[in-house]
């Protein structure tokens, strides 16, 4: 109990009330588009897009300037009986990369809806909006979230809002995946809560603070943790729990399928992170060694899951016939690589877990590989909305009548195969670099056969593109430029990151506990 | 220190039962409205392991720790949202397809919708 002795960890900084800001915002909104006629509910929303991009990138420039973690206690009171909100580095990067992406699928929805002037304000149009706003709001409160109570509730919003937006149509089919999703959800979040509860148990803490000083008790701990991970996993949709992602995912309208691929999914992920990170080394006391051992063996685990979903679900994607399935397998694949990241960073006494570049190279993954699929959905998007259909075979020559669509595609490819100049190029480089110096030869032989696959069923989709086709394709309807572009400008982001190597490296480190902090007795 | 007549042991141990019928229903069962009630027993199992850890005190110290009530609380509404999105959904699904299971996976052209 050696927290409580000290100083306050969470103090409230000068920018802590934008934390607060970050999730409430979005919040706000989803209740005044309850009170609001239909038409004016996407006005809601963009002025709330405008505003909430904006908080995130103030949170980012605060974070930089000042080189401290932002910091909110909320009414005061200090965990473990009050609640803190908190954003290190890597929280900030995730709020921008959120707010970015969030943005851009609210402009390409609201250009979709613009096709079909009928149905603008009808209720499916209408219902996407306060569920847009709900997964952001859900987002942010996890992704700045201490406690993992608040973050359990933070990720049952995200699953509510998260279900309907896959059966926005309304079809039997997406109803039956959209409920596949909600039993593998609930099933997942409930297992989270019932480690939280084995933790409180323990530890009479639930703030991540807390428990990463904290030690003793380790059987609990571990069965807690393999809880709670085991239903993250469930969530993150990693292999052999992906199965209610692609028919869900492919299901969806192209704007949902979007966020729910590109951010949906790397809400538990990043939880498992925290945990990893910050929780499990925490009881490294007197009994390191036992608990070190079974750090490494979760992180094992995880990184051969992580490899078999690579392998597994890459294949999966280039036997697929229809492309917005094929995007979603090429989904769980690029999951796989968030997991091989855990052995590969195993930290050791000077060189804590986050100072390695196996660390940066999961970071940049994670924000490149969003970026990109949702510039991939909105590209199918396109596509389908154009020809009305999405089966591959019947593709040929796509690029000639959707030319942006076909390059987004193809750049967001890029990033996937981890081609340079791309973000997913430096991702997967680093993760390489690290399989290979850190002796992990089998790691970085599926590091390099994923990308061989990734190669295999992007050039497949490429090769449609540019294909002379037989009979001339017709689309059934001209597709406004700027609905293409909105794909194309975050393909370009997702290749942009590319160009900043290390440039993160320094940031993503930013708030948290410096290496002498660490090893101190 | 714990005899299996001490109270909270007792909570404890069902709470654990009550996990394991909950898990058990989950996992076997293909229909999706016993499902719907298996992660409902589950999710007192858990309450109920919350409750243990209360009247154990074992956070703060206190005779009993009032803090997981308050999770548990919190823990009832959202298995309550919870539950009626399932029930709407599966509702709708039964409307749509007549069935209440997922274990056919949709099959391709089946006259589905009524709507």
């Known amino acids: 109990m050696s927290a409580l002795a000290n100083a306050p960890f969470y103090v409230t900084t000068s920018g802590g009330y934008l934390l607060v800001l970050a999730i409430i915002l979005p919040a706000v909104a989803v209740l005044a588009m309850l009170l609001v006629p239909p038409r004016h509910v996407a006005r809601i929303a963009f002025a709330v897009m405008a505003a909430g991009l904006a908080v995130a990138l103030v949170i980012v420039a605060e974070l930089v300037g000042t080189g401290m973690a932002l910091a909110y206690v909320v009414g005061g009171w200090q965990p473990p009986l009050g609640l803190a909100l908190r954003a290190d580095g890597l929280s900030a990067a995730m709020l921008a990369m959120t707010a970015v992406v969030i943005c851009a699928t609210g402009l390409f929805a609201r250009f979709h809806q613009c096709l079909e002037p009928e149905t603008q304000d009808g209720r499916a149009a209408t219902t996407f909006w306060p569920l847009l706003m709900a997964i952001w709001s859900a987002l942010n409160a996890i992704f700045v979230g201490e406690d993992l109570f608040t973050l359990y509730v933070a990720l049952e919003l995200l699953t509510f809002a998260a279900v309907p937006l896959v059966c926005l149509d309304g079809r039997a089919e997406t109803i039956a995946a959209a409920l596949r999703y909600l039993m593998f959800a609930l099933l997942g979040s409930l297992l989270y809560l019932l480690g939280a509860a084995l933790l409180y148990g323990v530890f009479g803490a639930l703030d991540i603070h807390s428990l990463s000083r904290l030690d003793g008790g380790a059987p609990a701990v571990t069965v807690a943790l393999g809880l709670m991970i085991a239903g993250l996993l469930a969530k993150a949709a990693l292999f052999p729990l992906h199965l209610w992602l692609p028919p869900a995912h492919a299901g969806a309208p192209a704007a949902a399928s979007a966020v729910l691929s590109a951010l949906v999914i790397k809400a538990p992920v990043f939880l498992i992170l925290r945990l990893v990170l910050d929780v499990a080394p925490s009881s490294a006391g007197p009994l390191a060694g036992q608990i070190f051992i079974g750090q490494i063996l979760i992180g094992q685990i995880l990184a051969v899951l992580g490899a078999s979903s690579i392998l597994f679900c890459s294949v999966m994607a280039f036997r697929q016939q229809r492309l917005k399935l094929m995007i979603a397998y090429s989904t769980v694949a690029q999951i796989g690589y968030l997991f091989i990241v855990f052995p590969l960073a195993a930290g050791t006494e000077t060189l804590p877990a986050w100072g390695t570049i196996a660390w940066t190279g999961g970071a940049l993954q994670l924000v490149s590989h969003a970026l990109a699929k949702a510039a991939m959905f909105m590209a199918a998007g396109a596509v389908a909305e154009a020809f009305g259909h999405d089966r591959i075979s019947d593709l040929g020559g796509f690029g000639r009548i959707l030319p942006i669509s076909a390059l987004a595609f193809g750049l967001a490819g890029l990033s996937l195969m981890g081609l340079p100049p791309s973000g997913g190029f430096i991702a997967k480089c680093l993760l390489l670099t690290a399989a290979v110096t850190g002796g992990h030869p089998w790691l970085a032989a599926t590091i390099l056969a994923g990308g061989l696959l990734a190669g295999g069923y992007v050039f497949r989709i490429v090769d449609r593109a540019l294909a002379t086709p037989a009979v001339e394709l017709v689309a059934r309807r001209p597709i406004p430029r700027r609905l293409e572009a909105v794909a194309l400008v975050l393909a370009l982001a997702a290749v942009g990151v590319g160009f900043v190597p290390l440039q993160p490296f320094g940031f993503l480190q930013l708030g948290r506990p410096a290496v002498s902090a660490m090893v101190a007795p | ?115």
Do not use: K, W, Y
């Open chain 2, 1 to 115: 220190m714990s005899s299996i007549s001490n109270p909270a042991t007792l909570f404890g141990l069902c709470g654990a039962a009550l996990v394991g019928i909950g898990l058990f229903t989950v996992i076997v069962h293909p229909g999706l409205l016993r499902r719907i009630v298996g992660f409902n027993i589950l999710g007192a199992g858990i309450f109920l392991i919350f409750g243990a850890v209360a009247r154990r005190g074992a956070g703060a110290g206190f005779e009993g720790d009032p803090v997981p009530q308050a999770m548990v609380i919190t823990g009832i509404v959202v298995a309550f949202s919870a539950t009626a999105l399932a029930v709407a959904m599966l509702q709708r699904l039964f409307d749509l397809t007549g069935r209440a299971t997922l274990e056919p996976p949709a099959p391709e052209g089946r006259p589905g919708s009524e709507t």
